[in-house]
Structure formats: structure tokens, C-alpha cells
């Protein structure tokens, strides 16, 4: 495709189950980034890969988040035992390493997470 | 204190008139700075990126950066309704890939 595609682009889940959340970057885009984007609130960094680079995995909050970057394309973060706090836009971003280094990301339409 | 810095706003600004959005930062080891656009419930878009202090201009839009007082501004000439958005600041050391973001300004545009 030619964008950032991300789905679901809604999830509503009840509180402790899991839920697992895809990216699929911009082809050639070597280097994912997911962010999470909460009400009134700036991006918060999760996580970061790069071609086959161990991830940076610093900004994911709890041991319940976790993610996959499979072939160096499609992501998925997966959350368990959902709480209400991880409610919140899950956002991807993809872009050459060249573009992450400048600053310059390509951001998809994101995953609106509601946990009840 | 946050790492960087906007006024949520809302900003509002009568359309032709020019919109000003201003962003602090602590990080004196930043070295480049960018201003992403955010239409409600869609993701942020790169309009403009700066390195160095002063200005640089790129149609209606100018970016402001001022190293030594640690800001960075964003100009909108000839405001339109189609700018009014959510406006992001991200900062970022040129030794790493990662941005810092602030919270956004919410402009609104008024016709």
C-alpha cells in the first residue's frame, strides 16, 4: 500500500484480556516505531526497530507490552491483561533509516484502544 | 518540568490573520526540531523541520528557532479554516533517532 496501514483502527476490550495490534510500514521502510498518543497528550514512545537491529524496547510501560517486528515488516504490539489506563491511540510510524535520523516519520491512521 | 513545552490552547485565530505556535525545550543537546500537523482523529504529518537559528520559510509557514533561548516557533500567514489542527513540536538529538514530543496546540481557524 501506500501509506502506513494499521488495523483495527478500533478495539474495545474488557478489562485483563489481551489484545494484539498490527503495523504494516511503508514497503522499504527499514526502520518502525510504535507511540502512543493518549487524550491531550504528546506521543509516548513504545518502542523502536531497525532492519535487524535488537529493538529499543525503553519505552514500553509494563511487562505486559510486548512487540514483533516479523521479516523486518509487519509489527504487531500485543497487550495483556488490559487495563483501563492503556486506553489510548496506539500509533505506528515507518520510515527509512536515513528519515529517522532526520526526524521525518510517516505516521498511520493509528489503533483507538478502550478498555472497559 | 516537561522536556517540551506547548500551550494546549485552543488557539484561535480569525482567518488572513497570522497564527503564531510556540514551543520551549529543555534539552540544550537538541539540534533539530520539527513541526508536525494533526487534523482531529487522523495521524500527524511533517510540515517543517529546522536546524539552525533563524528563520526558514516554506509558503505560508515559517519556522522560528532560537538555540539560546531554547524556542521554536511556527508562523501561518493568510490562515486558512483548513489549518486549524492540532499542532506537534518534536525535538530531537542529532545522535539519536529518537523524537521528543510535546502535547500539542489546538488551532482554530475561524472564518
Not at chain 1, 30 to 46: I, K, M, P, V
Not at chain 2, 15 to 38: H, K, M, P, V
Request: overall charge neutral.
Amino acid at each position: 500500500g501506500a501509506g502506513v496501514s494499521q488495523s483495527p483502527s478500533n478495539k474495545v476490550t474488557e478489562k485483563g484480556k489481551d489484545v494484539e495490534l498490527r503495523c504494516d510500514p511503508i514497503s522499504g521502510h527499514t526502520a518502525l516505531y510504535w507511540y502512543r498518543q493518549s487524550l491531550g497528550q504528546g506521543l509516548e514512545f513504545l518502542i523502536y526497530f531497525q532492519g535487524n537491529s535488537a529493538p529499543d524496547k525503553s519505552g514500553l510501560p509494563s511487562d505486559r507490552f510486548s512487540a514483533e517486528r516479523t521479516g523486518g515488516s509487519v509489527s504487531t504490539l500485543t497487550i495483556q491483561r488490559t487495563q483501563q489506563e492503556d486506553s489510548a491511540v496506539y500509533l505506528c510510524a515507518s520510515s527509512h533509516l536515513w528519515q529517522s535520523n532526520t526526524g521525518e516519520l510517516f505516521f498511520g491512521e493509528g489503533s483507538r484502544l478502550t478498555v472497559l | 518540568q516537561k522536556e517540551v513545552e506547548q500551550n494546549s490552547g485552543p488557539l484561535s485565530v480569525p482567518e488572513g490573520a497570522i497564527a503564531s505556535l510556540n514551543c520551549t525545550y529543555s534539552d540544550r543537546g537538541s539540534q533539530s526540531f520539527f513541526w508536525y500537523r494533526q487534523y482531529s482523529g487522523k495521524s500527524p504529518e511533517l510540515i517543517m523541520f529546522i536546524y539552525s537559528n533563524g528563520d526558514k520559510e516554506d509558503g505560508r509557514f515559517t519556522a522560528q528557532l532560537n538555540k539560546a533561548s531554547q524556542y521554536v516557533s511556527l508562523l501561518i500567514r493568510d490562515s486558512q479554516p483548513s489549518d486549524s489542527a492540532t499542532y506537534l513540536c518534536a525535538v530531537k538529538r542529532d545522535s539519536n533517532y529518537q523524537l521528543i514530543w510535546g502535547a500539542g496546540t489546538k488551532l482554530i481557524i475561524k472564518p
